[in-house]
């Protein structure tokens, strides 16, 4: 409930708590605005008094007709986390994730949670897509960004075999985004591409025989 009245707030808009010296590496335009004492708040019924990280209380402002809340306030009001990224220039609303598994959704023949074939170099990584099949053949599976994210970081290994060949295409177009190949010797490659405005990926590689393809499905993520 708090998250869904945090979302119609955000709506309002907000204007981040931030020290002077954020400020100072800001692009700022000044603006005649007005502190508004008489809006009141509540939150699940019960009302509340808007503060800073000091425990100050604060006022909302209102410009143009549109009211501006301290996001440092509103989120501690209704027990949202907050985190503002100086370097990055960006607020950070709830839980911060470094990526997001491509393990969600995913749907293949060879997605196997076998502890036999889920383990490479003695972690178990509970959940991969493992190909080990017989014979030359193809080793592909797709993924859904669905324009979500910006980078795919896709984690291979070659087992028994090196894989020659790694491709990953824009699904549809085949628009080919990256080709490498992952050696033994290797170990866990991570492999970086670039995806932003990708719907769907298709990942193949040219497997041999007595050759496998591990893919950790949690460690393999999108950003």
């Known amino acids: 409930m708090k998250k869904k009245l945090l979302a119609g707030v955000i709506g309002l808009s907000m204007l981040a708590s931030m020290g002077a010296g954020a400020y100072a590496a800001s692009n700022l335009q000044e603006i005649q605005a007005y502190l508004n004492s008489g809006l009141k708040f509540k939150v699940d019924g019960q ?3 808007l503060r800073d990280g000091n425990g ?3 006022l909302p402002i209102t410009y143009k007709g549109t009211t ?3 996001v440092r306030a509103v989120s501690d009001a209704l027990g949202v986390a907050v985190n503002y990224d100086a370097q990055a220039a960006t607020v950070h609303l709830g839980e911060r994730s470094e990526g997001v598994a491509i393990l969600d959704g995913f749907s293949d023949m060879y997605h196997t949670k076998d502890p036999s074939k889920t383990s ?3 972690k178990d990584y509970k959940e991969a897509y493992f190909n080990d099949a017989s014979g030359n053949r193809s080793g592909s599976f797709m993924l859904y960004p669905k324009k979500k994210y910006q980078k795919l970081y896709l984690q291979v290994a070659a087992v028994g075999k ?3 060949e790694l491709t990953i295409q824009e699904n549809g177009s085949m628009k080919e985004l990256l080709q490498t190949s992952v050696a033994l010797g290797e170990g866990l490659k991570t492999i970086e591409v670039d995806i932003g405005g990708v719907e769907a990926l298709y990942i193949h590689a040219d497997l041999v025989d007595g050759g496998a393809m591990f893919v950790p499905l949690i460690a393999s993520y999108y950003k």
Do not use: K, S
Request: net charge negative.
């Open 56 to 58: 100050n209380a604060v």
């Open 68 to 70: 501006y809340l301290p």
């Open 162 to 164: 090196d894989i020659e």
């Open 47 to 49: 009302p509340v008094q």
């Open 120 to 122: 490479y170099n003695g």
